[in-house]
């Protein structure tokens, strides 16, 4: 495939995980495998007829070749010469469920690797066979484990399979302490790989306590200086947070057995932007 489904074009701050408040040109694909009750994107389940470009100022129709997105980012996005930690830090790919279109990933991703932007890969961590096709080309991976209660299905196979892969291409550290809003990523002149990996698990009033367990146990098994970040749900569609205590004692739990835990809410809407 050359062409993919986009539906829409931004650049704002992260507002999720380890990197939350650098800045980012998100690029959302359209289509996704799963059905989280928490989705706060439904519109990007389908493949969408246009893609926006900066919120409502400009539309493109789909699907979309690799060389009209690289001009989309050329002409409405800093420059290529602009592209630096200080001003970008990297492109992120979210969703919907970016892997679904591997196939135009794999064209994609060189051309922004020439722009000098690093790639950040939003994933819901089920498609470990997409993944190895590209995985050399990801600078970044912020992976959800998608919880049986969320979706209505077991995905910890294949999660497991998507973190064995993900490791073996992206160093895992401990990040720098809470409150650090930058990632320092040079070092007397060489570049460190630190925090690069991420699991992040979405807390609702109907998460389980054995699907926390068995969450804690998957990454440990792979390497337990992964990072993980308990994110409580942002209220959509009558689906709530579970309560302090609860989310306290999984968080205890996970310092318990893995090097590096943090509660870490969505940020975007309480910052009033997108």
């Known amino acids: 495939m050359k062409k993919g489904y986009i539906s829409e074009i931004f650049s704002s701050l992260q507002g999720e995980g380890i990197y939350q408040s650098v800045r980012q040109i998100f690029i959302r694909f359209s289509g996704c495998n799963l059905n989280c009750e928490y989705c706060d994107t439904p519109e990007s389940r389908v493949k969408s ?27 409405h ?14 492109v992120s ?25 690093k ?40 999660h497991s399979d998507f973190l ?17 809003t930058r990632l320092p990523e040079r070092s007397g ?27 804690i146990n998957l990454i440990k098994k792979i390497d337990k200086k992964i990072p993980l970040v308990l994110q409580p749900v942002t209220s959509v569609n009558g689906i709530i947070p579970p309560e302090r205590k ?7 739990l996970a310092k318990k057995n893995l090097s590096d835990v943090q509660i870490i809410s969505q940020k975007h809407k309480l910052w009033g932007i997108k």
């Open 49 to 75: 007829v246009k893609c926006k470009v900066k919120g409502e100022n400009q539309e493109i129709t789909n699907p979309i070749s690799v060389e009209n997105l690289v001009s989309v980012l050329s002409n």
């Open 77 to 90: 996005f800093p420059p290529p010469a602009s592209y630096s930690p200080e001003r970008v830090h990297s």
């Open 93 to 117: 790919l979210t969703g919907g469920e970016p892997l679904l279109q591997v196939n135009f990933l794999e064209k994609l991703l060189p051309a922004l690797k020439k722009l000098g932007l």
């Open 119 to 158: 790639i950040y890969l939003e994933t819901n961590g089920t498609l470990p066979k997409a993944l190895e096709k590209i995985v050399d080309l990801i600078d970044y991976i912020a992976m959800d484990i998608k919880l049986p209660s969320a979706t209505g299905k077991d995905l910890f196979s294949e």
């Open 164 to 180: 064995q892969i993900s490791k073996k291409r992206l160093q895992v550290t401990s990040y720098p302490p809470a409150g650090a």
């Open 189 to 215: 002149g060489q570049e460190r790989r630190t925090g690069r990996l991420q699991v992040k698990i979405v807390l609702t009033n109907k998460t389980l306590e054995e699907e926390i367990e068995k969450s």
């Open 246 to 252: 609860k989310i306290l004692s999984w968080c205890n």
